[in-house]
């Protein structure tokens, strides 16, 4: 079964525009969410979790499970931002993904 | 080394031939992760070690593959009769405890292209 979904295959939006990424998932207990990014080039590596509720490079991302969903927003998108994005979400010891988020930060 | 090393970077081999690849994680990580990427599919789970016991494989797409850990550190995974659909990055993971909360550390993967 699905459980992390991301239905925005490209996102392309000009450089200080606001970015939203979509994430919705499905798991019947208390879901622990990641944001993962790969810039060009470099390794996955974590932005952010949920249970931190932080800020990191100006993203945040809220969990309302009322709509099952951690969408990932940024106000000012920064050329910079451009990377695949993927949505997390732990159960049973690991870790499964959604299919990714293109986004492209155009000048 | 300070991250999770793969090998090789880039295999090419023939169809129905067999492979191996490599993951020597950051030191002192318990949990091991191999994962699939694939264009348009995302991230695939394959196989998950804690230690060197394997408690979860169940991601691995056939028989043909499996995945072995020695010593608590360096894991393969081995392909046998590779076919064209093989073809992916193969990356792998490591985590100072696995389970909740455990942040993934990735290798750069390793590209296979069966031909």
């Known amino acids: 079964a699905q459980r992390v979904t991301q239905p925005e295959k490209l996102l392309s939006v000009f450089k200080g525009a606001p970015v939203e990424l979509k994430c919705n998932y499905s798991?019947?207990?208390?879901?622990?969410l990641f944001w993962y990014v790969q810039y060009s080039r470099q390794r996955l590596q974590l932005l952010l979790r949920?249970?931190s509720r932080e800020s990191i490079k100006g993203f945040t991302a809220d969990l309302n499970k009322g709509e099952t969903s951690f969408h990932l927003k940024k106000p000012f998108a920064q050329e910079e931002d451009s990377a695949m994005y993927y949505c997390?979400?732990?159960?049973?010891?690991?870790?499964?993904f959604g299919a990714g988020t293109t986004v492209t930060v155009r000048a | 080394g300070a991250g999770v090393s793969q090998s090789p970077s880039n295999k090419v081999t023939e169809k129905g031939k067999d492979v191996e690849l490599r993951c020597d994680p950051i030191?002192?990580?318990?949990?091991l992760y191999w994962y699939r990427q694939s264009l348009g599919q995302g991230l695939e789970f394959l196989i998950y070690?804690?230690?060197?016991?394997?408690?979860?494989k169940s991601g691995l797409p056939s028989d043909r593959f499996s995945a072995e850990r020695t010593g608590g550190s360096v894991s393969t995974l081995t392909i046998q009769r590779t076919q064209q659909e093989d073809s992916a990055v193969y990356l792998c993971?490591?985590?100072?405890?696995?389970?909740?909360?455990?942040?993934?550390?990735f290798g750069e993967g390793s590209r296979l292209t069966v031909l």
């Open positions: 993971a490591s985590s100072y405890s696995g389970g909740l909360g455990g942040e993934l550390f």
């Open positions: 798991y019947s207990g208390s879901p622990e």
């Open positions: 949920h249970i």
């Open positions: 997390a979400l732990i159960h049973d010891y690991k870790l499964s």
């Open positions: 030191s002192g990580h318990t949990a």
């Open positions: 070690f804690q230690g060197n016991s394997a408690p979860d």
